[in-house]
């Protein structure tokens, strides 16, 4: 059964500072990743997706790589801003009986202070 | 297009009545995925559509909910006789088909108290 954890689960932090968000999968056969923002109370807007032949994907102040071998991603924020704050969550798209569905880990709850 | 739509956004229901939730997906996306999500965790699979046909249902997904997807358009989500447990946002999302190379765009969601 795949098992998605994101790591940390809270994070403060003043603005400007880069951070990494972490997120773990116990299965490394995966078809795709995909990094989401939820504001709260909100839906989720997707942010980066990476493809099982890739390895990183940018888009503007966030790069997020991809290593199934050892069933990790990372999110990479450069230059934090208060606007950044929201949850972010870490997805995995794993086939089961050949239709494919999105794995969710709990999320990382960032806040980024002025 | 502008995206997915969810309606209604928000629901107030009483213990023991029947809500019906819709989704709207992106028109050319030809699959169509319910989830639900409590306070402080990632969203839960719970149905999962390829054009009208319901392919997946997950065992959260007990004998009181039921989903349709009429001719491959829009989707609805049924729960009949609520509980405080069914207390949730419940999102859905769309994808096209392609090889490998999957994107989920998600509805706003809608947020279901039960009271």
């Known amino acids: 059964k795949q098992e998605v954890t994101q790591i940390p689960a809270a994070l403060s932090v003043p603005e400007g500072e880069n951070l990494v968000l972490n997120c773990s999968f116990t299965d490394s056969a995966i078809y795709n990743l995909q990094w989401f923002r939820q504001d709260p109370g909100k839906g989720l807007t997707s942010l980066l997706l990476i493809q099982s032949s890739q390895r990183e994907q940018t888009s503007g102040r966030l790069n997020a790589s991809l290593d199934k071998s050892s069933g990790r991603s990372t999110l990479y924020i450069a230059a934090s801003q208060p606007g950044d704050s929201a949850t972010y969550l870490c997805a995995v798209v794993k086939g089961s009986g050949g239709y494919n569905k999105l794995i969710f880990g709990a999320g990382t709850r960032l806040a980024v202070h002025p | 297009d502008t995206g997915v739509s969810q309606d209604p956004r928000h629901k107030i229901t009483k213990r023991g009545q029947n809500v019906t939730f819709r989704c709207d997906p992106i028109?050319?996306?030809?699959?169509l995925y319910w989830y639900r999500q409590t306070l402080g965790q990632g969203p839960e699979f719970l149905t999962y559509f390829q054009n009208e046909a319901q392919l997946e249902k997950s065992r959260l997904l007990s004998d009181r909910f039921s989903a349709e997807r009429p001719k491959g358009s829009f989707s609805t989500l049924e729960i009949q006789r609520t509980e405080q447990g069914d207390s949730a946002m419940y999102l859905c999302?769309?994808?096209?088909?392609?090889?490998?190379?999957?994107?989920?765009?998600f509805g706003s969601g809608t947020r279901l108290t039960v009271v």
């Open positions: 028109s050319e996306h030809n699959r």
């Open positions: 999302a769309s994808s096209l088909e392609a090889e490998h190379n999957y994107g989920y765009t």
